[in-house]
């Protein structure tokens, strides 16, 4: 039986499946931009996944793939953090639950549209 996955995995799963008794694993090493992309694709895997779950397991996998990313990206940790801090100050945190629900306004704002129109927002009204 053949199982079909086409995607990105941890650095010891090839090794860990063919070190099983009947089981033979095929992979190939990606080029950058391959990576980048499956790298995006993972994230939502995991997000997902963390969704599904909450658990302290899944949200390490979230971060694993975030870290990935930052390494690729050559992003510090240290930016991360200071990119928080200046979006905190800005214009919060999420410490207060606060749902918005609509604005109206008398005019469309090209920026909100754009926004609106992103694929993986959801609009459940």
């Given at each position: ?78 930016d991360i ?7 905190n100050n ?31 927002r959801k609009?459940?009204?």
């Amino acid at each position: 039986m053949k199982y079909i996955y086409n995607k990105l995995v941890r650095d010891k799963i090839p090794e860990n499946i063919n070190s099983i008794e009947g089981r033979k694993c095929n992979f190939k090493i990606l080029n950058n931009d391959e990576y980048l992309k499956e790298l995006d694709k993972k994230l939502f895997e995991e997000a997902h996944e963390f969704i599904e779950d909450h658990s302290i397991e899944e949200l390490a996998d979230l971060m694993e793939v975030i870290f990935a990313i930052m390494k690729y990206k050559n992003i510090l940790i240290e930016d991360i953090e200071n990119a928080r801090k200046i979006k905190n100050n800005k214009n919060g945190s999420f410490n207060d639950k606060i749902f918005l629900i609509d604005v109206e306004q008398e005019e469309i704002d090209k920026r909100e549209e754009k926004k609106m129109k992103k694929e993986w927002r959801k609009n459940d009204t």
